[in-house]
């Protein structure tokens, strides 16, 4: 089991930058184990945005994304990081961190089973 906080969210003006936290209690050697980031607006579905290996290097991007935001990790403080950059109102939304034990990268929602609390992101025109 693993359990999810995030951190970081906030208002910012558009074009700004923010970084987003989510301390995971996982364990080292949990190779399987790939991490997540979604956001949700209201009366939307959840939308993916990326995700990374736990004990690997590789990342999984969102084309709606790609080249804004980035996911990164320390594995020594058990942190996954999202910085987000040349933020638009669009991006406003709720963005929660998730786990999933699996081999394969997956973009749904459905498919991960651990979730953490979500942290409001605003980002003002």
């Known amino acids: 089991q693993v359990q999810l906080v995030e951190s970081g969210g906030g208002l910012v003006q558009a074009g700004g930058s923010l970084r987003l936290s989510c301390v995971a209690s996982?364990?080292?050697?949990?190779?399987?184990?790939?991490l997540a980031w979604f956001r949700q607006t209201p009366g939307k579905e959840r939308e993916f945005i990326g995700a990374?290996?736990?004990?690997?290097?590789?990342?999984y991007y969102s084309n709606s994304v790609r080249g804004r935001f980035t996911i990164s990790k320390d594995n020594a403080k058990s942190t996954m990081y999202l910085q987000m950059s040349s933020l638009r109102p669009e991006d406003t939304a709720v963005y929660s961190c998730?786990?999933?034990?699996?081999?394969?990268?997956?973009?749904?929602?459905?498919?991960?089973?651990?979730w953490g609390q979500g942290t409001q992101v605003t980002v003002s025109s």
């Open positions: 996982a364990r080292a050697y949990d190779t399987t184990l790939r």
């Open positions: 990374v290996h736990w004990t690997g290097d590789n990342t």
């Open positions: 998730a786990a999933r034990y699996a081999y394969t990268w997956s973009t749904r929602s459905d498919d991960y089973s651990y």
